[in-house]
């Protein structure tokens, strides 16, 4: 089987990897299409530690199941289900999970993957391959929601103009609150232009802290120090981005300004899907690069380049004899 392993050396692409023989309750899932990601990219870094089979954001077709036959997307988390963080509906937390391509569980950067039968979800026919390939990072940024309230007079700054960052802007500015991006990159910012999301340079940025919310989608260690300076009072910071440095950054202004610091990672699969299904996210603008998998080293290297945004892996085309190891 081809897959994509981070190992004590770095990446390899490999085609002699065995195929994933599923453990109880998991369902063998031929990949279709995954995406590279930031998180990816950090654990590369050494986040994590983790050492397998990297990706996590993907669409495949389910080889048994009740799904058998059509095209499913996962859920990352694979919980125990039996411990008492599972048993009162917060399994994303359990303490002996694991998680697809980035803790002890081998990911979707291969031709073959094994998810448990209950973190799948089935594709509306409707969807095409590239925007079922987002459900995953959309769903994190339908996260966002599940854990803050935006009213119309919310004045909210999505920090960070790159993957996720553009799927928060997208979600949070259906809400009825005024958005705004702040990047780096012009380019990456002129792709808003036509979701009428409002944009601004960070070097032409006023730190005037009125924003009642700021999400921080930097990827960069040093994005919470930036989120401080642009939160009100008694605001609040939403931290998306994980990083493998170390964030040396002073706390004090949370306490004497009563800012209230939420952690958001994964989400909703159904409300993704829901939303890509009744076309009110623009996936496409975001796709910057295609590769098949065998050239997944090239699409690492690209995947860091500024001006990148998501750069996606495709399996097509990979040798059936392999696909059989």
Known sequence: ??????????????????????????????????????????????????RGILGHEFVGIAEAGRYAGGRVVGEI???????????????????????????NHDGAF???????????????????????????????????????????????????????????????????????????HPEKLRRFASLGIPTLLLDDATFDRRADVVVDCTGSSRGIETALRLVKP??????????????????????????????????PFDEALRMLENRQIDIHPLITARYPLREALTAFDVATQPQQLKVLLEMEGLSEDSGRR
């Open 110 to 184: 291969a031709e073959y993957v094994a998810v448990p039968q209950e973190n799948l979800h089935p594709v509306p026919e409707s969807l095409s391959l590239d925007q079922a390939t987002f459900t995953e990072p959309l769903a994190a940024a339908c996260q966002i929601l599940q854990q803050i309230d935006i009213s119309p007079s919310s004045q909210i700054i999505v920090l960070g103009d790159g993957r996720l960052g553009n799927l928060c802007a997208q979600v949070l500015n259906g809400q009825g609150g005024a958005v705004t991006v702040i990047g780096k």
């Open 234 to 267: 008694r605001g609040t910071i939403v931290m998306k981005t994980t990083v493998a440095d170390t964030q040396a950054v002073s706390w004090a202004p949370l306490v004497i300004d009563e800012i209230t610091l939420v952690g958001s990672r994964c989400g």
């Open 77 to 103: 988390n694979n919980p125990c289900r039996r411990c008492p963080y599972c048993t009162q509906g917060l399994g994303n937390h359990c303490p002996h999970r694991t998680v697809l391509g980035i803790l």
């Open 1 to 50: 089987m081809w897959g994509v392993t981070l190992t004590e050396n770095g990446l390899q692409v490999r085609s002699d990897l065995p195929k994933p023989c599923p453990a109880e309750g998991e369902i063998l899932v031929r990949v279709l299409q995954a995406g590279i990601c930031e998180t990816d990219l950090q654990l590369v870094r050494g986040y994590m530690n983790f």
